[in-house]
């Protein structure tokens, strides 16, 4: 069901924030959420029932905002399936003010996992 890369996608992006060591957790600690503003999809080839999916997430803008990439491959052929991005902005907790810059510790930690 197509409605599911959603669910893969929010699992790809929360390992590759854990990668990065800034996971929700982390961001509501410093006072910040990241909403969801934008998704796009592109479906390539279908997955059958029962298929499993390899994701691989691919952050690709830090500083505005959350931009990730994501392709998904059927885990037996290594086929390309789907190829989806997203966008996240950062929210103020307590004020609900929109950010137009990511939090600092957020960016030093994009970068110093860029430099490994």
Avoid at 1 to 17: D, F, I, P, Q, T
Avoid at 45 to 60: E, N
Avoid at 69 to 86: D, M, P
Wanted: neutral net charge; contains cysteine.
């Amino acid at each position: 069901w197509h409605g599911n890369y959603v669910k893969y996608m929010e699992a790809s992006r929360c390992a590759l924030l854990n990668k990065i060591g800034y996971n929700y957790n982390d961001m509501e600690a410093s006072g910040v959420a990241f909403p969801l503003v934008d998704i796009h999809f592109k479906y390539v080839r279908s997955l059958r029932f029962m298929d499993r999916v390899r994701a691989v997430a691919t952050l690709v803008e830090w500083e505005n905002c959350i931009k990730i990439k994501y392709e998904f491959y059927n885990a037996k052929t290594g086929e390309l399936t789907t190829k989806a991005e997203s966008t996240q902005m950062g929210v103020n907790i307590a004020s609900g003010e929109t950010m137009f810059v990511c939090p600092e510790i957020f960016v030093k930690k994009v970068e110093a996992m860029l430099n490994e």
